[in-house]
């Protein structure tokens, strides 16, 4: 089964390349799940597509929908959830240092900094010369090793400034050991697709909908408070919690269970 040939018009000749390279390992891992459960295999199917490009293209993700028999939105929506797919192109080499509580702790700004200075570049670009895409990501679990990050998704640990500057050394001479990601295609400056369609009803009416805040922030109040003012759809209206952090005084009379 192939893509429509408007599908891939964009890059027909190169997108045909690749395709042909990874469908027999997607007929392989098809195969591996019980009939009628093909759709297990899309996730791997994606990698796969993401280790022959360097990201997930929409020809491959059109590709990965026929091949599976499934809608394009199906694996569309899939492959914009998970993060560690890149929905578009980025450098050679994905930095991902860890900027979570004990990578700080243990030095991760002087990183951050030494990253940002070396590659003159911020959170979520890349460089001009299209080799580096940088990330300050949330933890990555290695506490034991902070400050630790990730290049192309392997881990390097015990992070210094000189251990940064002999890294970025070695991957501009070609000599690094994690190996180079594949470029079929340039990457811009900004590599990072953002939150995209409608928010749920929780979040509406907030100052920002990509962030409703958290406890002592005011657009979670007003959430709060917009579920004790309209019909509740339980028997049993929100807990007390936020009264513990906000006080009586922001959210107005107690929030207690609904009578009936």
């Not at 809608?71 to 050679?92: C, I, K, M, N, W």
């Not at 500057?165 to 070695?170: F, K, R, T, V």
């Not at 190996?179 to 907030?206: I, M």
């Not at 100052?207 to 657009?219: A, I, V």
């Amino acid at each position: 089964m192939s893509v429509a040939p408007e599908q891939t018009a964009s890059a027909e000749r190169d997108f045909a390349t690749t395709a042909h390279a990874v469908e027999s390992e997607a007929r392989r891992l098809i195969a591996s799940y019980p009939r009628g459960h093909a759709r297990s295999a899309m996730l791997p199917i994606l990698h796969a597509f993401q280790n022959a490009e360097g990201w997930v293209s929409p020809e491959a993700m059109a590709q990965t929908a026929a091949w599976l028999d499934e809608p394009l939105s199906v694996v569309e929506s899939t492959a914009s959830f998970y993060t560690l797919f890149h929905r578009r192109p980025v450098g050679r080499y994905m930095l991902q240092p860890c900027r979570n509580l004990s990578c700080i702790i243990n030095g991760a700004g002087d990183i951050m900094a030494r990253f940002r200075e070396r590659l003159g570049v911020q959170h979520l670009e890349t460089t001009p010369d299209g080799l580096f895409s940088y990330e300050e990501a949330e933890c990555l679990a290695a506490c034991d090793r902070a400050p630790c990050m990730q290049v192309n998704l392997q881990f390097v640990y015990d992070l210094t400034p000189e251990k940064v500057d002999a890294m970025l050394e070695a991957m501009h001479a070609g000599t690094f050991a994690v190996p180079p990601l594949p470029q079929t295609a340039s990457p811009g400056r900004d590599w990072h697709v953002a939150q995209e369609g409608a928010k749920a009803p929780g979040a509406r009416g907030v100052p920002s909908p990509n962030d409703p805040g958290g406890l002592g922030d005011k657009s979670g109040v007003e959430m709060i408070e917009r579920l004790t003012r309209d019909a509740y759809p339980v028997r049993v209206r929100p807990t007390k919690e936020r009264l513990v952090v906000d006080g009586p005084a922001r959210l107005g009379s107690p929030i207690g269970p609904s009578e009936h």
